[in-house]
C-alpha cells in the first residue's frame, strides 16, 4: 500500500533562503562594528566557521584565536547576540529572496493537506521573523517552528526531529525533510526521516550520504514529483 505524505519538516538557513550570505553575515560585520572590535570575516571564512553552533559561538572562536581573554570574550559575545540578532531581524532579513520554487511547494503543500513545520539551528525569533515578512500567507501554517531554544538540532541522535514528530503525532515514514546541509540531512536520517537535500553554494559538493533525493533547488520539482520520488500519495 503506498503510503500517504503528511507533513513537510523544513530547514530555514540556507533551505527556505540565503540568509548566511545575505542576512546573518553582514548583520554579523555590522554588530562588531558596532562593538568597537577590528573584525570583520568574509564569506568564505564566514562558512567555514559554520561547524559551530551559532554566530556567537563563531564570535567567540574567533577572539579566542586572537588571544583575547575569556573574561573579556564572554563580554562582548553576551553584548554581541541580542545586537547581531536586532540587526538581522530589522535590516537585513527584509531584504532577503526565497529560494526559487519554496513558495511554490508551501502552496501546493497546503492545497494538498499536508502539514508544515520548521526544524533549524536559527533562533526562533528569526525563523519567525522569516515566515512573518517572506511568507506571510503561509506564516500561520508552520507548527511547530523549532529552534535553538526548543534544542540541538544537528546532533547524533535527531532528538529535536523527533521532538517535531511528536508534537505532530506523526511517524517518520509519513514527512519529508527538506535541507541544504549534510549536518542537517544526518540529523533528520538519525530520526528516521526521509530526507531531500536541494544544496547551494555553500553546500555544494558535499557527500550528502543517505538523501533521498540530491538535487540544486526546488524549481525543478512540485510536489507530485517531489512525492513521487518518496514513494508517497497524495490526498488530492
Known amino acids: 500500500m503506498t503510503p500517504q505524505l503528511r507533513a513537510l519538516i523544513f530547514d530555514?538557513?540556507?533551505?527556505?533562503?540565503?540568509?548566511?550570505?545575505?542576512?546573518?553575515?553582514?548583520?554579523?560585520?555590522?554588530?562588531?562594528?558596532?562593538?568597537?572590535?577590528?573584525?570583520?570575516?568574509?564569506?568564505?571564512?564566514?562558512?567555514?566557521?559554520?561547524?559551530?553552533?551559532?554566530?556567537?559561538?563563531?564570535?567567540?572562536?574567533?577572539l579566542e584565536q586572537r588571544g583575547m581573554p575569556s573574561e573579556e570574550i564572554r563580554q562582548y559575545v553576551e553584548a554581541f547576540r541580542p545586537l547581531k540578532q536586532r540587526l538581522y531581524i530589522e535590516k537585513y532579513l527584509p531584504r532577503i529572496s526565497l529560494r526559487p520554487g519554496v513558495q511554490q511547494l508551501i502552496k501546493e503543500a497546503l492545497e494538498n493537506d499536508i502539514r508544515l513545520a520548521v526544524v533549524s539551528t536559527s533562533y526562533e525569533a528569526q525563523i519567525h521573523a522569516l515566515l512573518r515578512n517572506q511568507l506571510s500567507e503561509y506564516y500561520p501554517y508552520f507548527a511547530p517552528i523549532l529552534g535553538k531554544e526548543s534544542?540541538?538540532?544537528?546532533?547524533?541522535?535527531?532528538?529535536?526531529?523527533?521532538?517535531?514528530?511528536?508534537?505532530?503525532?506523526?511517524?517518520?515514514?509519513?514527512?519529508?525533510?527538506?535541507?541544504?546541509?549534510?549536518?542537517?540531512?544526518?540529523?533528520?536520517r538519525a530520526a528516521g526521516i526521509p530526507t531531500a537535500v536541494f544544496y547551494n553554494d555553500n553546500t555544494f559538493g558535499t557527500p550528502f550520504r543517505e538523501a533521498r533525493l540530491v538535487a540544486p533547488g526546488l524549481e525543478h520539482f512540485n510536489l507530485e514529483k517531489l512525492a513521487a520520488v518518496f514513494g508517497f500519495k497524495l490526498s488530492n
Request: hydrophobic share 40%.
Open 12 to 62: 530555514i538557513d540556507g533551505t527556505v533562503a540565503d540568509t548566511e550570505r545575505h542576512g546573518h553575515l553582514p548583520a554579523c560585520n555590522e554588530a562588531m562594528r558596532e562593538l568597537g572590535l577590528d573584525l570583520q570575516w568574509e564569506f568564505e571564512e564566514f562558512i567555514a566557521l559554520s561547524h559551530l553552533p551559532g554566530t556567537a559561538f563563531r564570535l567567540a572562536y574567533s
Open 151 to 188: 534544542g540541538q538540532k544537528t546532533d547524533n541522535n535527531g532528538l529535536l526531529h523527533k521532538k517535531c514528530l511528536e508534537m505532530m503525532q506523526l511517524s517518520p515514514t509519513e514527512v519529508i525533510m527538506i535541507e541544504d546541509s549534510e549536518e542537517g540531512l544526518e540529523a533528520a
